[in-house]
């Protein structure tokens, strides 16, 4: 699968949101729900930068296959996503500049994240909390 989607990318997440009501602000632990928010937000932000306004008019965006990793191991909730499908002209060393303007326009996600270059190994490591017939942590919708 590396060959179909040769990018790799790691992000960080914010563990507390904060919610503003009419009745004041509060912060609570960040859920599940948020990361699949936070992680439809960035594929569109990047599908946006790489694409420019193609994105919109023509449908044109990259294969996305997203993991949400930390919630069955108790760790920090971060995304792994295998990105393919990338257009002639975008070059490997462009990537890590569209990655972070994307990220920037979501406010979930943390300041480090990780681009590298997809191995064979990739695929096992994003995996390694799903189970054979559990894979509720992998973001279908997106790919």
């Known amino acids: 699968m590396h060959t179909q989607y040769p990018i790799a990318l790691t992000l960080t997440l914010k563990q507390q949101v904060v919610e503003r009501t009419a009745t004041g602000n509060f912060t609570r632990k960040l859920t599940k729900d948020d990361c699949i928010k936070a992680a439809e937000r960035f594929v569109m932000k990047l599908n946006?930068?790489?694409f420019r306004g193609a994105a919109e008019r023509h449908g044109k965006k990259l294969n996305y296959l997203v993991v949400i990793e930390g919630e069955r191991s108790y760790k920090n909730l971060h995304l792994h996503i295998a990105i393919g499908n990338l257009p002639a002209h975008v070059k490997f060393n462009t990537?890590?500049?569209?990655?972070?303007?994307?990220?920037?326009?979501?406010?979930?996600?943390?300041?480090?994240?990780?681009?590298?270059?997809?191995d064979s190994g990739w695929f096992e490591y994003m995996t390694k909390e799903l189970g054979a017939?559990?894979?509720?942590?992998?973001?279908?919708?997106?790919?």
């Open 95 to 118: 990537i890590n500049e569209l990655v972070g303007e994307a990220r920037k326009h979501v406010q979930q996600l943390d300041e480090q994240y990780k681009v590298d270059i997809a």
């Open 133 to 143: 017939k559990d894979t509720d942590n992998v973001l279908w919708h997106l790919a």
């Open 48 to 50: 946006r930068a790489v």
